[in-house]
T-cell receptor, first 115, second 114 residues
Framework: AQSVTQPDIHITVSEGASLELRCNYSYGATPYLFWYVQSPGQGLQLLLKYFSGDTLVQGIKGFEAEFKRSQSSFNLRKPSVHWSDAAEYFC?????????????FGTGTRLTIIP | KAGVTQTPRYLIKTRGQQVTLSCSPISGHRSVSWYQQTPGQGLQFLFEYFSETQRNKGNFPGRFSGRQFSNSRSEMNVSTLELGDSALYLCASLPAPWGEETQYFGPGTRLLVL
């Protein structure tokens, strides 16, 4: 069965520092890949997605992610974090018979920003 | 264009009761998926509806059910509530459940079972 692993449960970074959140997936074929962000008490907001093509994808709020097939990874990066980036981040894989109606999520990484 | 809306936003029920949650997708979106989010189990897929038909179902007991109406709005129902059903229930919509489409999530309904 497919699975998504986010090895870091909690990460703390200083404001202005760079950020990398890790995501590994297990799936036989190339999946559709997503990063979502969730602020406390809120729903999920899409940051970026990868379907095919260029393996470096740009998203909203200055985030980017790189798909590495050889490592089964889709890590999220940001060169300089802002206090407003504090939230929980979820990596997800779209796997289904037809499309993307079923997402499998990682356990999430909680990001804390310190001044 | 308005986003996905879910009602109610908060709900308190007692064990044994039943509950119905509602989800209105983005205009033009015809597929609606439901997820349960708990601190222990994380985000788990419940089921998906397209054209009023359930096409995909996660590993949840039969107490969890849903339906979709002709205007693509969806409801999910949980009968005989248990304490463990306390969770944030999220719905997501996408134009169609095939191709390179993206799920857009609503704000969720937080259910507390006492």
């Amino acid at each position: 069965a497919q699975s998504v692993t986010q090895p870091d449960i909690h990460i703390t970074v200083s404001e202005g520092a760079s950020l990398e959140l890790r995501c590994n997936y297990s799936y036989g074929a190339t999946p559709y890949l997503f990063w979502y962000v969730q602020s406390p008490g809120q729903g999920l907001q899409l940051l970026l997605k990868y379907f095919s093509g260029d393996t470096l994808v740009q998203g909203i709020k200055g985030f980017e992610a790189e798909f590495k097939r050889s490592q089964s990874s889709f890590n999220l990066r940001k060169p300089s974090v802002h206090w407003s980036d504090a939230a929980e981040y979820f990596c997800a894989v779209g796997i289904s018979n037809f499309g993307n109606e079923k997402l499998t999520f990682g356990t999430g990484t909680r990001l804390t920003i310190i001044p | 264009k308005a986003g996905v809306t879910q009602t109610p936003r908060y709900l308190i029920k007692t064990r044994g009761q039943q509950v119905t949650l509602s989800c209105s997708p983005i205009s033009g979106h015809r597929s609606v998926s439901w997820y349960q989010q708990t601190p222990g189990q994380g985000l788990q897929f419940l089921f998906e509806y397209f054209s009023e038909t359930q096409r995909n179902k996660g590993n949840f007991p039969g107490r969890f059910s849903g339906r979709q109406f002709s205007n693509s709005r969806s409801e999910m129902n949980v009968s005989t509530l248990e304490l463990g059903d306390s969770a944030l229930y999220l719905c997501a919509s996408l134009p169609a459940p095939w191709g390179e489409e993206t799920q857009y999530f609503g704000p969720g309904t937080r259910l507390l079972v006492l």
